[in-house]
C-alpha cells in the first residue's frame, strides 16, 4: 500500500521565483492496483510522479510504503526503495549503444549482478514483453511500441514492487496503445505488481485502471473507483477533462509540473 499523506513540492520556496507544484495532497493506492492519475497540463502530475519515484524529495508529508516513509530515506535504505519501484520514463531513456539485453540487465549490473545471474532473468523479462527475439538488437532498431517494452523491462529487472508509468502511451498509435495496455493488464495479473500510471488519455484510464486520482492546480481534487469517478464527476475538473476526451480536444501533455 502507497499512503500519500499531506504531499507538499514547492520549488524555490521563499524566492520571488516559488512555485507550488503539489498541495496537501492525501490518497491511497492499495496493493494490485491499476491506478490512474490524471489532470490538467500543468496541474502537478510529473512532480507527483518524480515523488513517488524519489527523483524529487516533498518539501512537506509523507510518502508511506508499507508502513515506511520513503520520503526520508538515505543512503542504503534509499538505494533499496528505489529498487522496490520501477519506472517508465514517458521518452524510454534507453540506452542507444546497448543492445536491448544489455538495457534490461543494466540495473542489475548496478546492484553488483554477475553477468551469469543476470542472463536468465533479462531473458525472462523479455519473454514476459514480448521480445525474447530482440535481445541482440540496438534500440534504434526498434519501433516505439518495441522501445517501451524494453523500458518496461528494464524498470521490472529488480522485481520492484510499484511500476510507475509516466504518459506510457502518448507516442504510440491506437492499435500498439492497446497492445501496451495489454501487457500492462499482464504484467499486473501475473506479477502482482501495483501499476500507477501518469497520463491525459482518459481512455488509458478508462481501458485498464480500476481507480484514478484526479489532480487539480497542485491539489487532490476526486478520486476513486473509476468508474465511479467517470460516471458522477464531482468537480468542475473531472468534468471538463472528461467534456475533452468525449467531445473535445483532449488536454496537452504538461510541460513542467
Known amino acids: 500500500m502507497i499512503e500519500i499523506d499531506h504531499l507538499t513540492k514547492v520549488f524555490s520556496a521563499g524566492t520571488p521565483n516559488e512555485c507550488v507544484a503539489l498541495s496537501d495532497v492525501t490518497f491511497t493506492i492499495e496493493d494490485g492496483d491499476i491506478f490512474g ?42 538505494i533499496e526503495a528505489h529498487r522496490k519501484t520501477g519506472v517508465v520514463f514517458q521518452g524510454y531513456n534507453l540506452l ?39 535481445a541482440d538488437n540496438y534500440p534504434a532498431q ?5 522501445m517501451q517494452r524494453v523500458a518496461i523491462a528494464r524498470a521490472l529487472a529488480s522485481d520492484p514492487k510499484v511500476l510507475l508509468c509516466d504518459e506510457p502511451t502518448s507516442a504510440l498509435d491506437s492499435l500498439t496503445t492497446s497492445q501496451m495496455l495489454d501487457l500492462l493488464v499482464d504484467i499486473n495479473r501475473k506479477l502482482g505488481i501495483t501499476i500507477v500510471i501518469i497520463t491525459h488519455a482518459l481512455n488509458v484510464v ?27 464527476p464531482r468537480t468542475d475538473v473531472t468534468r471538463r477533462l472528461l467534456s475533452q476526451a468525449d467531445g473535445g480536444a483532449e488536454p496537452k501533455e504538461e510541460e513542467q509540473a
Open 96 to 134: 542507444m549503444q546497448k543492445t536491448v539485453a544489455e538495457n534490461v540487465a543494466f540495473p542489475l549490473r548496478l546492484a553488483g549482478k554477475k553477468k551469469a545471474e543476470t542472463a536468465p532473468r533479462v531473458a525472462q523479462l523479455l519473454d514476459l514483453v514480448g521480445l525474447a527475439d530482440k
Open 142 to 146: 526498434l519501433s516505439g511500441g518495441q
Open 37 to 78: 492519475i490524471i489532470g490538467m497540463s500543468g496541474a502537478g502530475k510529473s512532480t507527483l510522479l518524480r515523488c513517488l519515484s524519489l527523483l524529487e524529495t516533498p518539501t512537506s508529508g509523507r510518502i508511506m510504503q508499507d508502513g515506511v516513509d520513503i520520503s526520508t530515506l538515505k543512503g542504503k535504505n534509499l
Open 206 to 232: 478508462r481501458r485498464i485502471c480500476n481507480k484514478v486520482a484526479v489532480i487539480d492546480a497542485a491539489r487532490y481534487a476526486e478520486g476513486g473507483l473509476t468508474r465511479d469517478v467517470f460516471a458522477t
